[in-house]
């Protein structure tokens, strides 16, 4: 929470500045969130050259920002600065007010929920959250042995951001709150965009709540994913070319300050964008082109700027990218999918597309598509989604689970209304509003008020085409998709606001919101009514909602490591354990040891076994995470290890004091 309320105190005391500036609190909310992030992720780098990430060295950063914003906000009281005195402009419209209030309802059941559900999320336990354990214990963001590429390859942006609040809260209990500020954040951002497109006020409330209601949203806010973390940054990104490009041409004054404004926050953004989610590297350039092609930076001009920007970006991404390489031989560690990458982990050959012809991009834009039409509200329905999509792919000639343009498995199921999945759930009602706008622009055409909406729409759709054409499609794609939807909201609620009398709107917000209703109380894993309530369980039973395991499995692993009392503990685990939760239930401040770190790795990371500071590593015990062989010793890391306990998937291993041999070696699981 001291982070947040560090950020409330930054934005009270860049009011005069703002005032003087120019910016509304919209669009100061947007900037400081854009330098917040910069600024986090360059401590970050900065304190991991030195292994000084503390819970100190944090604490003293963010206290020391708080202090110099009330220093300013109490200088600015002293000299009676006129910003004190200045009322906020009041809606005058009721149908405004109504969908100001929808927008600030739909926001408190996904905050609730941030707040009282503790993290719970697949991809979180193996990964998120799991690498913040093992930087917190290293003081540092460098790689560490691992079997889990996960934790190492992909973007780290909105780990850092658990990393700051795991140190500042002494736990978890925050965690959930990034995604739904990054949600928060869009909101604002969706309606500043469409301002800046030509919407009036009732546009700009409509952007607001498309963004606020849409389902896949919803469920990532209470989330630690990263999509709505990467869905913002690209809309700060698209928001920034549009602020740019409406300043005059001049550059004098207070216009080419703002102009300087938005140069660095563009900048800032894209690095963001590009350190949060490989996603990035797909969606970004056709933020580019669209720039350059309605020449709202025309190169000329603008060539200093341009380079700053760049900079900017590699400023951010320097770090990662550079670890990376020292590791995989790569920057990106897993874009090309044919080395190192997370479908390698787990059996497949590559997550992109091994033909790019053109009735296999249209393949991909309908299954793309379908993702979303497939949560169907009866069978007969589901039935049409199903033979369209079946007489689709006989009309193109190809086959529709072609292997070389589907990754895993991908198929159409049906829709369970009390079920939403935070993986797999899709945006039925958006995309026929996404819709709605394509026929509206191709009415209008190109006309001079409609031109640099049409061009933005424009950008989403070479966005999506980009996506189609790189990545293999997969059940997974409805969150990978969030960011277009969010990155749609200004120009739907633009469109929205043009075309609809008071009635219909009122209608369309209704129905947006009753349809946001079930995704609030369903939630697979953090629901609010149901059996499975986050309300009538305790958080420790919340920690495993959604899911198969049963706690007490790790309520006796935790009495029998207490029981060795050991200084180190080694993990010999698969690539998919979800390893937060042995972090989680052998706390060190009650277990008493000093490391755990992952033994025998496999893969290219297992070079760091033998460097400083993890080649002195020499566990105590190990845990081995695979079907257990009772009463068998095993060897790790040319020592012997006597078997302990075991239980289901889970064995102790206690080192051996009699050396002695005929025993079995320890093979990657």
Known sequence: MFLILCFIQT???????????????????????????????????LLSQFSFITSGTVSFFWGAVALACIYLTLKSIAAKDPWLQ??????????????????????????????????NNGDGFVYHIARVMHWEQNCSVRHYPTTILRQIQLGPMAEFVFLHLHLLANGDQCDNLVQWGAMLGSVICASLAAEKLGADRRGQLLAALFAVTIPMGILQSSSTQNDYVAAYWLLCTAYFVLAYAREPDENTGSVATRKNIYTFMAGAALGLELLTKGTGFIYSPAIVLWALYTRKIRLQRDWKRLLAVAALVVALNLGHCWRNTAAFGIPLGSLDGKGLSVATEIGEPSLTNEIHTPNALISNMIRNLIIHGQESFNLSLHRYVMDFYFWSHDLIGIHPLDLRTTWGYYFIYGFDWKKWQEDKSGNPLHLILIFVALCFFLSKGRKSENREAADYFGCLLLAFMLFSLLLKVQVYHGRLHLSLFVFAAPVVGLCLGRIGKAWMLACVAA???????????????????GPESILTH?????????TQIEYGVFDELKRKVAEEKPENIGLFVPVYEMEYIYWLYLPKNTIGYKRMQHIMVDNPLGKLEKVPPWNNFSPDIVLVLEPPEKNVSRVFNEKLYDFVWSREWISLYRKSKSGKSGHQTGDKP
Do not use: M
Request: hydrophobic share 55%; glycine share 4%.
């Open 11 to 45: 934005f009270v005391a860049a009011q005069p500045l703002a005032r003087k500036l120019g910016f509304g609190w919209r669009e100061l909310v947007v900037l400081l969130s854009v330098l917040f992030g910069a600024t986090l992720v360059c401590v970050t780098e």
């Open 86 to 119: 200045a009322k906020p402009e009041k809606e005058t419209s009721r149908f405004n007010q109504f969908l100001f209030w929808l927008v600030v309802i739909c926001l408190l059941p996904s905050l609730f929920v941030a707040v009282y559900s503790p993290p």
């Open 511 to 529: 129905l947006l919101v009753a349809l946001a209703v079930p995704v609030h109380l369903y939630n697979n894993r953090r629901p609010l009514l």
């Open 538 to 546: 305790s958080r420790k039973d919340n920690y495993f909602a959604g």
